[in-house]
């Protein structure tokens, strides 16, 4: 897609987690790769969601969420359970309001997805919701944990295993930030003005040696280039 497409398509990410009840709370949203260099045309859209998780109910602005800023609101009751069984009953899916919020399962059941074991998927949960009718090659990385530290954790961990397809390209743009967007980001994401080094250069900046690095940014260009349509990611750290 082209630039001013992406950052389209991005801005309404935004907007949606800003305005929407989301199935989880959502506390930040970046954009990394392609979008955050300026290339034009964008291959695809990588978007990044940092997300709460859920103790205890959902369905009356319960869902209290383990936060930064230790924001928290009650949590649920036997309410919560019953209500839990019947989302259970009626759509077969276990873990609403538990793992996602029952408010937000109850006014978009279309949209309700599960893991393979049955339990409602936060990551995927959202991408149904955020990425509903979207046709361009996005693909959403959710996690309950702040980009810049799940890039380091994924790099880490990836280096120590040579699993090098899973960095996470370091190279990103905070849109939305505990319910505030940023303006100046957007700018600059249509102007293509932000100063990116290569992935490999990137890479090396965060202790990888020169090989590894090499080696990581050829596993990340080569798992993109067979990624097609909308995808997804859920990661916990």
């Given amino acids: 897609m082209d630039r001013e497409t992406a950052v389209d398509r991005a801005a309404s990410?935004?907007?949606?987690?800003?305005?929407?009840?989301?199935?989880?709370?959502?506390?930040?949203?970046?954009?990394?790769?392609?979008?955050?260099?300026?290339?034009?045309?964008?291959?695809?859209?990588?978007?990044?969601?940092t997300k709460d998780v859920l103790f205890g109910?959902?369905?009356?602005?319960?869902?209290?969420?383990?936060?930064?800023?230790?924001?928290?609101?009650?949590?649920?009751?036997?309410?919560?359970?019953?209500?839990?069984?019947?989302?259970?009953?009626?759509?077969?899916?276990?873990g609403i309001d538990s793992t996602?919020?029952?408010?937000?399962?109850?006014?978009?059941?279309?949209?309700?997805?599960?893991?393979?074991n049955g339990y409602a998927a936060p990551e995927k949960c959202l991408a149904a919701h955020l990425l509903d009718g979207v046709t361009e090659p996005v693909h959403l990385e959710v996690c309950n944990t702040?980009?810049?530290?799940?890039?380091?954790?994924?790099?880490?961990?990836?280096?120590?295993?040579?699993?090098?397809?899973?960095?996470l390209d370091p190279r990103g743009v905070c849109?939305?930030?505990?319910?505030?967007?940023?303006?100046?980001?957007?700018e600059k994401l249509r102007e293509g003005s932000f100063a990116m080094p290569t992935l490999e250069a990137a890479l090396e900046g965060m202790g990888?040696?020169?090989?590894?690095?090499?080696?990581?940014?050829?596993?990340?260009t080569a798992e993109r280039a067979e990624s097609e349509g909308t995808s997804v990611r859920g990661d916990v750290v």
């Fill in 13 to 49: 990410v935004v907007e949606t987690v800003a305005t929407e009840t989301m199935p989880v709370p959502v506390r930040e949203v970046w954009v990394y790769g392609d979008v955050a260099l300026g290339l034009d045309p964008v291959e695809r859209l990588d978007v990044y969601v």
């Fill in 57 to 94: 109910g959902g369905r009356s602005g319960a869902g209290a969420a383990a936060t930064a800023g230790g924001d928290a609101s009650a949590t649920a009751g036997d309410d919560g359970a019953a209500d839990a069984t019947d989302f259970e009953a009626e759509y077969g899916v276990k």
């Fill in 100 to 116: 996602v919020r029952a408010e937000w399962a109850a006014a978009h059941p279309e949209w309700i997805r599960a893991s393979d």
């Fill in 146 to 167: 702040g980009f810049g530290d799940n890039v380091t954790q994924r790099l880490r961990g990836a280096l120590a295993r040579e699993a090098y397809d899973e960095v």
């Fill in 175 to 186: 849109l939305w930030a505990e319910g505030q967007r940023d303006p100046e980001a957007f």
């Fill in 208 to 220: 990888a040696d020169p090989e590894a690095a090499a080696a990581a940014a050829e596993a990340v």
